[in-house]
């Protein structure tokens, strides 16, 4: 079924009247959804099939070392749309931060919403587990971190690990680590998938939900567990200062001439080099052009990555993993003999460029009847 008749198929008719949104708000969002995973447009179609007809998934989430800044970020996607359907896409049956109930009563519906979808439900795992101690640093309702996880994790059909401190530990395991703080997957004793970044962006989380629910199977994960379709390009590939960078103009101080122009920030510090995410294609909050660290003139910190963000210092220089120009780039000089001409490379990289960009105008207008104005992107520094 193409986007336009799935647009006035039933099912979607009726989520419109169930929610009170438009259609095309609710199209806009699936195609959002298929953008960031980059699936084609055929996939617009199934996603808003399933996400308008299949049963909800339980979800049950725990928090345990952490901000709440996961839960604050999927909240704060801003646009009216977006917080029905996060709660209509999955069945939110457990959330400490979220819940109306406290106490004894909390805990009794995670058991019953447990045992209601044994092996069906999928845990998601907020902030990390202290471990020193046999793990008295972190208790709820009487059971320390390590034991309700375990517990939770049992008759799960899938876990995932929300934000760096469950990806890989995070700010509470910032060196010297008092607590002996790990990651969810390490209290596992497997790789488990997961959503880093602090807070993590939410859309990643949506994608990661909608693509069980649509597919029946989580995405694809590089070997740490990070779903490929986010994090397997450098900050660096994509960001909008990457001109600067490789002309050599540098920001060397804040407030200074080179940071008010928009120049790279790479000498303040800038971790996006050696960090792999797709903060700069996605952007934050949905407030539109140059909503991510570095779109705002701070230099990325790598809060995806382990061994960077809580433990490098953030005025350290980054590891050039690569100097290659970014993705939406003709290639300035083609090597010889690879097999691939001149010509293709520009066409390649075109529509590597127009999907990108297409992504993330779809991103930035989510919920918005606007006419974009393709012509002109306010985040290119002058
Ligand atoms: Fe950690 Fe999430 Fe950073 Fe905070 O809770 S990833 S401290 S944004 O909230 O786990
Ligand atoms: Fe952008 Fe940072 Fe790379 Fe400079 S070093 S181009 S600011 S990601
Ligand atoms: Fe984190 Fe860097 Fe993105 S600090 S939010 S990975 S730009």
């Known amino acids: 079924m193409s986007e336009n008749n799935i647009e006035n198929d039933e099912s979607i008719v009726a989520l419109e009247q169930r929610l009170g949104i438009s259609r095309r ?18 996939a617009v179609a199934a996603i808003a099939k399933a996400v308008a ?3 909800r998934p339980s979800v049950i989430w725990l928090h345990f070392q952490e901000c709440t800044g996961c839960t604050e970020s999927l909240l704060r996607a801003e646009h009216p749309t977006l917080e029905k359907l996060i709660l209509d896409v ?49 208790k709820i309702g009487g059971q320390t971190a390590i034991e309700m996880l375990k517990e939770c994790a049992a008759d799960a059909a899938a876990v995932i690990a929300i934000g760096s401190c469950a990806s890989w530990g995070g700010m509470p395991s910032t060196p010297p680590n008092p607590t002996g703080s790990v990651s969810a997957g390490e209290i596992l004793g497997k790789v488990i998938p997961n959503i880093p970044g602090c807070p993590p962006n939410p859309y990643n989380f949506l994608s990661t939900v909608v693509h069980f629910l ?6 694809d994960v590089d070997d740490i567990g990070r779903p490929k379709f986010a994090y397997s390009r450098l900050i660096h590939e994509n960001c909008e200062r990457r001109a600067h960078f490789d002309a050599g103009r540098f ?20 971790k996006g080099p050696e960090t792999y995410a797709n903060c700069p294609s996605i952007l934050f909050g ?28 953030i005025h350290e220089l980054a590891v050039l993993k690569t100097i ?36 993330k105008q779809m991103a930035q207008n989510l919920g918005k009847n606007v006419k974009l104005d393709e012509g002109h992107d306010e985040r290119t520094p002058s």
């Open 251 to 270: 920001a060397m101080e804040f407030g200074d001439d080179g940071h008010r122009k928009g120049y790279c920030l790479y000498k303040l510090g800038c």
């Open 324 to 359: 290659s120009p970014p993705v939406g780039l003709p290639r300035i000089i083609e090597e010889q003999g690879v097999g691939i001409t001149i010509g293709a490379a520009v066409l390649t990289a075109a529509v590597a460029g127009a999907a990108f960009g297409a992504g």
């Open 53 to 55: 007809t299949k049963k």
């Open 90 to 138: 999955i069945s939110l049956d457990y959330h400490e931060t979220l819940f109306a109930a406290a106490g004894h009563q909390a805990e009794a519906a995670r058991r019953a919403a447990m045992k209601a979808n044994k092996g069906k439900y999928i845990l998601v795992v907020e902030g990390a587990i202290p471990t020193k101690d046999n793990g008295i640093y972190c």
């Open 25 to 42: 708000s609710f199209m806009q969002f699936c195609a959002a959804m298929a953008a960031t995973m980059g699936l084609p447009n055929d």
């Open 214 to 219: 649509t597919f029946g199977k989580l995405p």
């Open 286 to 313: 949905d407030v539109g052009n140059a909503s991510w660290p570095v779109g705002t003139g701070h230099p990325c910190i790598g809060c995806t990555e382990k061994g960077v963000a809580f433990t490098k210092p």
